[in-house]
């Protein structure tokens, strides 16, 4: 063997062993980003499918809804991570998933195991909560979104706004609109149990 095949060996081995570590550096980075992602998914999750179930009135299109939300987030994680509001990102690709779920989708139908008895509605019963998801169904999937989250997730008027993408004043007049049609379509024995 020469000199310089000898010299030249060592060099080699050198830059190699840069890339071998370049390599375990990013799957480092990598491990960390996805369990930051974890941690996110974990804190968020619940809240997400009980927001995706009050706008589409079926468990599993929620947890579907859910998990196609976190599908989107993961695919642009890195960016995403820092620097951006994480509980409002991931509402807003909700409620658009939601609104693209709308529009394929009739509303019209619901499949429970059991059919509801309305004989008690008094305050937190589950026969409530089925009564108010059931005449919720009966709004615009715009007016669901506003009141799913300016009552439901007790989000601030702006906050509405920001994560619909539409003004102050159309969420305020969306959410006194909405919440009339509620009382409508309640009726007075509703509103007599508050």
């Avoid at 976190?70 to 960016?79: D, N, Q």
């Avoid at 008027?157 to 909405?178: E, G, P, Q, W, Y």
């Amino acid at each position: 063997m020469t000199e310089t095949a000898t010299q030249s060996r060592p060099a080699e081995d050198a830059g190699r062993g840069s890339l071998i570590g370049w390599g375990a550096a990013r799957r480092r980075a990598k491990a960390a980003r996805d369990a930051e992602f974890t941690a996110f998914v974990e804190s968020a999750s619940t809240r997400l499918r009980r927001s995706a179930f009050l706008m589409c009135r079926d468990w599993h299109l929620a947890q579907d809804l859910t998990q196609q939300t976190f599908a989107k987030m993961y695919a642009v994680w890195a960016r995403i991570r820092t620097g951006t509001n994480l509980e409002a990102y991931s509402r807003k690709v909700l409620m658009n998933l939601v609104f693209d779920q709308s529009k394929r989708r009739s509303a019209s139908e619901v499949v429970l195991a059991e059919l509801p008895d309305h004989a008690d509605r008094a305050n937190g019963t589950p026969e409530l909560r089925l009564a108010l998801v059931e005449v919720l169904a009966q709004l615009s999937v715009e007016d669901q979104a506003v009141l799913v989250l300016r009552h439901a997730e007790d989000h601030s008027i702006d906050t509405v706004a920001m994560i619909l993408n539409v003004s102050v004043s159309v969420v305020k007049m969306r959410n006194a609109r909405a919440l009339t049609r509620l009382r409508t379509l309640l009726g007075d024995d509703f509103l007599a149990t508050d």
